[in-house]
Structure formats: structure tokens, C-alpha cells
């Protein structure tokens, strides 16, 4: 069973303001993910993480920004939100080692934003 | 590139009958993993199953088999004895070494399991 943790589950929040998506994981895993999903769509890499102080973009581009100073916490930031940042944000964790094709992910349960 | 497409955008299914989700994949790259995974109603990834490039058989966890089809680029996933707690997104991803860290997904098939 995976051990990822997002907080808060649900954000309701208004234009213009700082938030920041919180995600932990205990598995002691060296890579860590951040996945935008749009209602009923496929999840985008936004950004990802090698291990401390490592952070990179994603496919998709995201005004978020990330930080990785502790290996269990990777959180995301968005300095004003939008209505368009509404989304389902999933953070997951890999242990795998130099792009190994079967690293399997965990996922955590996600965090629903609305921005209004 | 990679590419996941996925062509059914939702399947209906019989509980206790059995449903394959299609999904083809692209890739250059020789070495490469295919992964499903369930996104129920409550919004969580949960991880199916996982077959290599180079495995030699398809891979089967409990209900769930992949029809992995190589030469075709294909890797369906196969739902023996649908229960109702199935219905759900399924996702299919693949990640290459090209692709370095990236899980790319498909768009998804939304599945129904009518009693």
C-alpha cells in the first residue's frame, strides 16, 4: 500500500491568492512527481524531482513552482491563482533507479482545486 | 515520441462478464514498460499492472491480464468476472528510456459495470 499523502483534499479559493499543495511520502522514494488532470482527461507532468534540490519541468507547462528540500516533501506552489489552475493535482513517488522502464509510481489521492 | 492512444472513451460490461480495454502504444525505443492503472470516482491513481518489452509472457494480476501484442504495439487489458467496485477510469502509460522519468498517459476509458 503506498504511503502519499496530498493536503488538502479540496481548495476552493479566489483569484490573486498564494497556495501552496502539500505532498508527503515515507517510502524513503528518491523521485517524486507532480500530474495536472482536467475532468475526464489524462493526467500531464507538470513537474518532477530527482531527489533534494533537484526540481524539473514538465511536459506541460505550469506557472506552479516546486521544492524539494527534505526527501519526503515535495510541495507546489502557485504565487496568484487563476481560474484557469482548476484542476486535479496528483503528486507520486518512484524508487527507481536512472529511468528504469518498470518503476511503478504511487500516487497519492489528489487535491481539487477551484480557483473562482 | 511516446504516445499512449487509447480509442474507447467509455465501455459498458455485464457484472461477472469479462471486458478488454484497448490501448497502442509508440515508441522507437526497444526498452520500454507499459503500466494500467484505476482512477475510481474518488479521484486516486491506483496501480493494475505492468508488462515489460522484454518479457516473454503477459503479465496477469488476479482478474486483470495484459494482452500484450508487441508487433502490433498494442497492450489491452483484460477484466475477467467485472465486479460492480470496477467501474472506473483505466489508464494506460508507458514509459521508455528516451522518455528518461516521464509516465506518459492516454486519455483514459471511462468503464461501467451494470449489475
Known amino acids: 500500500e503506498a504511503d502519499i499523502y496530498q493536503t488538502p483534499r479540496y481548495l476552493v479559493i479566489g483569484t490573486g491568492k498564494k497556495i501552496t499543495l502539500e505532498c508527503s511520502q515515507t517510502?524513503?522514494?528518491?523521485?517524486m512527481y507532480w500530474y495536472q488532470q482536467d475532468p475526464g482527461m489524462e493526467l500531464h507532468l507538470i513537474h518532477y524531482s530527482y531527489g533534494v534540490n533537484s526540481t524539473e519541468k514538465g511536459d506541460l507547462s505550469s506557472e506552479s513552482t516546486v521544492s524539494r528540500i527534505r526527501t519526503e516533501h515535495f510541495p507546489l506552489t502557485l504565487e496568484s491563482a487563476r481560474p484557469s489552475h482548476t484542476s486535479q493535482y496528483l503528486c507520486?513517488?518512484?524508487?527507481?533507479?536512472?529511468?528504469?522502464?518498470?518503476?511503478?509510481?504511487?500516487f497519492g489521492s489528489g487535491t481539487q482545486l477551484s480557483v473562482l | 515520441a511516446q504516445k499512449i492512444t487509447q480509442t474507447q472513451p467509455g465501455m459498458f460490461v455485464q457484472e461477472k462478464e469479462a471486458v478488454t480495454l484497448d490501448c497502442t502504444y509508440d515508441t522507437s525505443d526497444p526498452s520500454y514498460g507499459l503500466f494500467w492503472y484505476k482512477q475510481p470516482s474518488s479521484g486516486e491513481m491506483i496501480f493494475l499492472i505492468y508488462?515489460?518489452?522484454?518479457?516473454?509472457q503477459n503479465a496477469t494480476e488476479g482478474r486483470y491480464s495484459l494482452n500484450f501484442q508487441k508487433a502490433r504495439k498494442s497492450a489491452n487489458l483484460v477484466i475477467s468476472a467485472s465486479q460492480l467496485g470496477d467501474s472506473a477510469m483505466y489508464f494506460c502509460a508507458m514509459r521508455d528510456q528516451g522518455g528518461s522519468e516521464k509516465l506518459v498517459f492516454g486519455k483514459g476509458t471511462k468503464l461501467t459495470v451494470n449489475p
Open positions: 508488462q515489460g518489452s522484454y518479457d516473454q
Open positions: 517510502m524513503g522514494h528518491d523521485k
Open positions: 507520486a513517488s518512484s524508487e527507481g533507479y536512472g529511468g528504469d522502464p518498470n518503476e511503478k509510481l504511487f
